[in-house]
């Protein structure tokens, strides 16, 4: 079937100590606590773990049922396991086992898939290679969002635009976001601004120009008007 969903790649490197590179063995230790978190935290959100990885998790929200607000629930969870598991938890009194994680919203092929001699629940589409695109291309501490879900989460978020990092020859720059933390008091958005739309104020010149008047004649009396 077809769905809309938000696909969450998060990876876990414990950060190296001056110019000692993280033994793998010890990399592994370091970070298996931190992941056997993120799969609880993924599935409190409502998200659900499709795949692990040595070093991180393949996750995806809105499917195979849907909330209404995926993509926001995506951004918490990407926002939590970085705060969470991640940078403020010193894996062992010496190293922070940091995070980066990548998130892609767009419709995907859901359903029971067959992988050699597995079958399970699994999604295929563009969001899949984007959301794994942006994950690579993050730096340690970093949530990375396609535009796609900035547009779905903007003003519940503080999010900044960056540069997105130079690519291949013959691949496009992405449009990059950064999500910062979520907004204390809820959704924040601009005035007529819903989705990332601005629409103009149509029709309305001989009103706002009253409004003005008005307001210019409280300030100047100091006192209300009707």
Do not use: W
């Not at 794994?132 to 003003?155: I, P, W």
């Not at 960056?162 to 990059?176: A, C, N, Y």
Request: hydrophobic share 40%.
């Amino acid at each position: 079937e077809l769905r809309v969903v938000t696909v969450l790649f998060a990876t876990f490197s414990p950060t190296a100590l001056g110019d000692h590179p993280v033994p793998p063995d010890e990399a592994n230790r370091l970070i298996d606590a931190p992941l056997c978190r993120t799969d609880e935290l993924v599935r409190r959100h409502g998200g659900t773990v499709l795949r692990r990885f040595a070093d991180g998790i393949m996750a995806v929200f809105g499917a195979p049922s849907a909330r209404g607000d995926d993509a926001a629930c995506a951004v918490r969870a990407a926002l939590e396991i970085r705060d969470g598991c991640g940078c403020s938890c010193r894996a062992d009194g010496q190293r922070d086992v940091a995070v980066r994680a990548g998130l892609a919203t767009g419709r995907v092929v859901a359903g029971q898939m067959r992988a050699g001699e597995e079958t399970g629940y699994g999604v295929v589409g563009q969001a899949v290679t984007l959301a794994r695109r942006l994950e690579g291309l993050g730096t340690e501490g970093s949530v990375l969002l396609c535009a796609e879900t900035q547009v779905q989460v903007r003003g519940r978020f503080r999010i900044r635009a960056i540069e997105s990092p130079s690519t291949p020859p013959g691949d496009t720059r992405l449009p990059t976001y950064e999500v910062l933390d979520e907004h204390p008091h809820g959704l924040v958005v601009p005035p007529r601004e819903v989705l990332g739309a601005r629409p103009p104020m149509v029709g309305r010149d001989v009103e706002i120009a009253q409004l003005k008047a008005l307001l210019d004649r409280t300030v100047s009396d100091s006192s209300p008007q009707v």
